[in-house]
């Protein structure tokens, strides 16, 4: 089975003004003459982490890596209850993303998202097509109503009722059939202690779903409050207005991109992403690789997605 590449630091960091008072924070890996590689990572809110970096072969890539909008080392930080988040939508993502390649003087490179990195990775690709060279999207989620109901509304508590109890726990009985809504009005409530046991409650239901097997560390750093509170506000934020995209969009204009090369990896047992979102944009995308993988669920370590994951980008890299 293929794993990681050994551990690798950037060669080169910075931080770029977006506008908005927003300062992205950015670093290179690899070999400065390599293909380069975008990742983007989950959430919206997750930020980075060292181990992306060693997706790629070291020795061919030029791996650029962000944090997006008020999360990981970019700001200001979402933990800030006073945080404005009107700036940071889909679109404002996306000229973020060219504003970096521009600065980084790349013409076009291979987009590798995760989860929500899938999300903003097919956006960006189908309004810049030009830019993509090639695709490896992981755990595959498009934002549409189902997809957001199957989390939030109905369809993973089914496999976690217990669960999903505390998930109900901090909203009024009255709230629990939009609970999308109910818990923007926590994340976004004046009194501090309010927003982080909410956030503490999002971030828990979320870890719990990432893995196919148990992981109490998972679940204790998703409720560790700087990071709680950034993806449970950008999610929250987001997911209460769709993504920003309209339904089905996503899906919809896969065509665009019959011409980029694309690889889709999908644990089948995804209880955040179900293997559905997957297989329907496999169908919609002309020319796309589905790797389904029998043992795995969510996250991008779980050995049979990693296996995949780095025998594709060595294929790429050639």
């Known amino acids: 089975m293929r794993t990681f590449y050994p551990e690798i630091e950037p060669y080169v960091t910075g931080v770029l003004p977006a506008g908005d008072g927003n300062e992205l924070y950015w670093e290179i890996s690899g070999n400065p003459e390599g293909k380069p590689v975008l990742f983007l990572h989950g959430g919206p809110g997750a930020g980075s982490r060292p181990t992306y970096r060693r997706l790629f072969d070291p020795a061919k890539y030029r791996v650029v890596v962000f944090d997006q909008r008020n999360c990981g080392r970019s700001r200001p930080h979402a933990v800030d209850g006073d945080v404005d988040l009107a700036a940071n939508t889909t679109a404002y993502l996306l000229d973020d993303i060219e504003l970096l390649r521009t600065h980084l003087g790349i013409d076009k ?117 700087e990071f709680a509170a950034a993806i449970a506000r950008i999610e929250n934020h987001y997911f209460a207005s769709g993504a920003f995209l309209e339904e089905g969009q996503l899906i919809r204009d896969a065509g665009k991109l019959a011409d980029i090369p694309c690889v889709l990896i999908q644990g089948r047992y ?49």
């Open 109 to 225: 490179w291979l987009v590798f998202g995760g989860s929500w990195g899938v999300t903003l990775g097919l956006a960006y690709a189908e309004t810049f097509p030009h830019r993509v060279s090639e695709m490896i999207f992981r755990g595959v989620f498009t934002a549409r109503r189902e997809e957001l109901d199957w989390i939030f509304q109905d369809g993973a508590n089914h496999l976690f009722p217990d669960r999903w109890e505390e998930f109900l726990a901090p909203l009024a009985p009255e709230d629990r059939g939009d609970t999308v809504r109910a818990y923007h009005q926590l994340l976004n409530h004046p009194d501090a202690e309010v927003r982080h046991r909410a956030a503490a409650a999002w971030g828990a239901w979320e870890g719990v779903l990432l893995t196919l097997l148990p992981s109490p560390e998972v679940v204790e750093s998703f409720t560790e409050p």
């Open 270 to 318: 995804d209880a955040i992403c179900p293997a559905k979102t997957a297989w329907d944009l496999h169908r919609a995308l002309p020319g796309s690789e589905l790797i389904l993988v029998d043992d795995a669920g969510h996250a991008y370590d779980e050995p049979g997605i990693l296996h995949h994951t780095i025998e594709t980008t060595d294929r790429f890299a050639a």
